[in-house]
């Protein structure tokens, strides 16, 4: 049965994508901020014209308030994020929202289409397995049939299993990404929503996909250790202590530059993962930083920071052009079935310059 009731949570949702507040949308709108107010609590239902301005300055489709998806708010058990404590809430439930769209548009797009992956996401609890969380880390390498050593493409390994990475600016570099698994529904994909921001090095990345992936497989809910344990499960998946251990005796910087290029993580996380396994003692662990930070006075510029580029998702940009190649959508409709209006933020924001030279 179609919904044909006005939904005040997409309102909402629709606010807070665009990090407008309630004052933000009433001026948009030229009503008070009572109004809003009102009928985002569902006490008033909006006017046509109302209504009107809301498709117009939000862009969104009209049908797109009438959905009846459920939206996770603020603070939601199946959010989970690596953020900066000064990371304001404002911003934090503009990316909020902006993860319940993704959940969105991936239902939609998966509707039409039938995807087989390679295997699959479980929930594990450290206390159900010998060796606690590093073991977990080993086993999803194991059952993923990953390779020893370095992990050559970690955002290929899960979408993989299913789970869709999606890039995004984020508008801020004070968080790296959010991830989410509403795994009480059957169909339902973990998904990695990550900030795409230039200045995020690509080896800072791939510890944040691999840190909010520990956050997915771990944590069905919040806990005061959870980053602790997200932080020990990325340091087993991506630097395995049996295979990575031998290498960090004798360390220099020389040889974490080398090391850096094959394992494809920070100097940083090198040096955390010898201290770990106890190859460096806390002096020269102080040494190493210091050698770091040498000439900095805001945050470490590491070596072949930039030189390598980020791994690209692919998967939700499969599906996009699945629709747009297969199944003949228009721009016009793809854009309107991801509840978007703005053909030109579509182009830019869903289909971004690659996205571009595969559809046309």
């Not at 044909?4 to 309630?22: D, H, K, V, Y």
Request: net charge neutral.
């Amino acid at each position: 049965m179609v919904e044909t009731r006005f939904n005040p949570e997409m309102l909402i949702l629709a606010r807070e994508s665009w990090g407008f507040s309630q004052t933000d949308l009433a001026d948009l709108v030229a009503v008070n901020q009572g109004t809003i107010s009102r009928i985002e609590a569902g006490l008033l239902p909006p006017s046509d014209d109302v209504l009107k301005s809301f498709v117009e300055k939000l862009e969104f489709p009209d049908y797109f308030f009438w959905q009846s998806d459920k939206v996770y708010g603020f603070n939601s058990t199946v959010f989970f994020h690596r953020k900066r404590q000064s990371l304001a809430d404002r911003v934090l439930r503009r990316l909020h929202a902006q993860m319940n769209l993704c959940r969105m548009r991936v239902d939609r797009l998966t509707r039409s289409i039938q995807t087989e992956v390679d295997f699959k996401f479980l929930r594990m609890d450290p206390s159900e397995y010998d060796g606690g969380i590093a073991a977990i880390a080993r086993l999803v390498r194991s059952t993923w049939m990953l390779p020893s050593g370095p992990i050559r493409n970690l955002t290929q390994a899960i979408e993989e299993a299913g789970g869709v990475v999606i890039e995004f600016d984020f508008g801020t570099k004070q968080a790296d990404a959010i991830s989410e698994w509403v795994d009480d529904k059957k169909e339902s994909r973990p998904i990695f929503l990550v900030n795409s921001n230039s200045d995020i090095p690509w080896d800072r990345r791939r510890l944040t996909i691999a840190h909010e992936l520990g956050h997915i497989v771990l944590h069905k809910f919040p806990h005061p250790k959870m980053e602790e344990e997200a932080n020990e499960f990325a340091a087993e998946f991506l630097m395995p202590r049996r295979e990575i251990k031998p290498s960090l005796y004798g360390l220099t910087m020389a040889k974490l530059v080398d090391l850096k290029r094959t394992w494809k993580v920070s100097i940083q996380a090198l040096i955390e993962r010898a201290f770990q396994l106890k190859t460096i003692t806390e002096y020269q662990r102080k040494l190493f930083y210091m050698n770091l930070n040498r000439g900095s006075r805001t945050r470490v510029h590491e070596p072949l920071e930039y030189e390598y580029p980020p791994e690209r998702p692919e998967l939700f940009l499969r599906l996009v052009r699945t629709h747009l190649q297969a199944l003949g959508y228009s721009i016009k409709e793809l854009a309107l079935l991801l509840f978007m209006t703005n053909e030109q933020r579509f182009r830019v924001e869903i289909l971004g310059e690659r996205g571009l030279s595969l559809v046309g």
